[in-house]
């Protein structure tokens, strides 16, 4: 559902990878998938980046909304079905943070997102009684899993994994490298960065952060064995009649979420949480993002609004402000 705007500062990207007994060598691919470039980068094995693409092929074949032969478009059309393993996993994580967020991510909001083209590229203005009447449609809460494998929508629901999806193949792209002998890695899907370790010389990777005007980047944040997550209703957007709509819908209104949020980052271990994560904070708004932060913990935060940037207390000295930001003081948000 959303196109984060994270960018990677190119020249941070190309790490060398330090001589040891055994030198690690670097290893860079980049591939088209899920509708966006993702680029891989690992030291260690070449055959890595071979695993990793297979890794990717196989979750747009499970997982693609708009592919007739996938899993997810097997249950959209029958409403029922088994579902492999992976996918079942994937489904139990999502539904478990549409729950943590009382629905502000909300998996089964794709009849809606298809009524206003996102996903068709066909972009219009759905009819006010139109989005009513697919409203009752969209309740995470009506899907069910049953053993087997088995999962049963409600009556005429359907889903989209779009906002999980990167996220997990993110965690299983690098759970793939460790597993078999990367020692330090960086890939950016479509916006979605993790990194695996620290880069090969010991420091912290550096993921820039977009400004949401399009100018360049609002920060620069610090990270090692992290996930950095953007949201934003500045990329993926259509006008008519003067007015903006972008793509991250509240699934309470049916309509593009009025948050007063220009995007959201979110930084933690796991880059499924932070992926679903970014997307229901955004659709809350800052106040609630900021109790929802402080109650539940696990992850840090960038809000970005029109008037400056605020951040969760845990990023005070790993994230640095950047072009028109640079001499804006930040709101600090603390715990207490």
């Known amino acids: 559902m959303k196109k984060a705007s994270i960018l990677i500062l190119c020249l941070l990207l190309l790490c060398g990878c330090q001589e040891k007994a055994e030198p690690a060598?670097?290893?860079?691919?980049?591939?088209?998938?899920?509708?966006?470039?993702?680029?891989?980068?690992?030291?260690?094995?070449?055959?890595?980046?071979?695993?990793?693409?297979?890794?990717?092929?196989?979750?747009?074949?499970?997982?693609?909304v708009t592919r007739s032969d996938s899993e997810i478009a097997r249950l959209n059309r029958e409403g029922r079905?088994?579902?492999?393993?992976?996918?079942?996993?994937?489904?139990?994580?999502?539904?478990?943070?549409?729950?943590?967020t009382d629905g502000a991510l909300d998996i089964s909001?794709?009849?809606?997102?298809?009524?206003?083209?996102?996903?068709?590229?066909?972009?219009?203005?759905?009819?006010?009684?139109?989005?009513?009447?697919?409203?009752?449609?969209?309740?995470?809460?009506k899907i069910e899993l049953r053993a087997g494998d088995e999962v049963l929508l409600g009556d005429q629901m359907q889903i989209d994994l779009g906002s999980v999806a990167k996220g997990w193949l993110g965690d299983a792209i690098l759970e793939y490298f460790r597993s078999n002998g990367g020692s330090s890695a960086m890939i950016s899907l479509g916006?979605?960065?993790?990194?695996?370790?620290?880069k090969p010389d010991g420091s912290l990777w550096r993921v820039a952060i977009a400004d949401p005007s399009g100018e360049g980047y609002a920060g620069v944040v610090e990270?090692?064995?992290?996930?950095?997550?953007?949201?934003?209703?500045?990329?993926r957007w259509f006008e008519q009649d003067?007015?903006?709509?972008?793509?991250?819908?509240?699934?309470?209104?049916?309509?593009?979420?009025?948050?007063?949020?220009?995007?959201v980052t979110v930084v933690g271990e796991s880059g499924l949480t932070c992926d679903g994560l970014s997307t229901a904070l955004f659709v809350m708004g800052l106040d609630r993002a900021a109790d929802f932060w402080r109650q539940s913990g696990g992850f840090e935060a960038v809000f970005i609004t029109d008037s400056g940037i605020c951040l969760t207390e845990g990023l005070a000295s790993a994230f640095a402000p950047l072009g028109r930001y640079e001499n804006t003081e930040m709101v600090i948000l603390r715990r207490d």
Request: hydrophobic fraction near 40%; charged fraction near 20%.
């Open 109 to 141: 909001v794709y009849p809606i997102v298809r009524a206003w083209g996102f996903t068709t590229g066909e972009h219009c203005v759905p009819d006010p009684d139109a989005l009513q009447a697919l409203l009752p449609y969209v309740d995470y809460r």
């Open 25 to 64: 060598e670097q290893h860079t691919k980049t591939v088209f998938a899920m509708d966006t470039v993702m680029e891989l980068s690992v030291c260690g094995g070449e055959d890595l980046l071979a695993g990793a693409e297979n890794i990717i092929t196989d979750a747009e074949a499970r997982l693609s």
């Open 191 to 198: 916006g979605n960065v993790q990194a695996l370790g620290a």
């Open 81 to 100: 079905g088994e579902v492999s393993d992976s996918t079942f996993a994937l489904l139990e994580r999502s539904l478990e943070l549409c729950a943590l």
């Open 242 to 263: 003067g007015v903006r709509y972008h793509h991250i819908i509240d699934p309470a209104t049916g309509a593009p979420a009025e948050s007063g949020l220009l995007s």
């Open 223 to 235: 990270i090692r064995d992290r996930a950095v997550v953007t949201s934003g209703g500045y990329e």
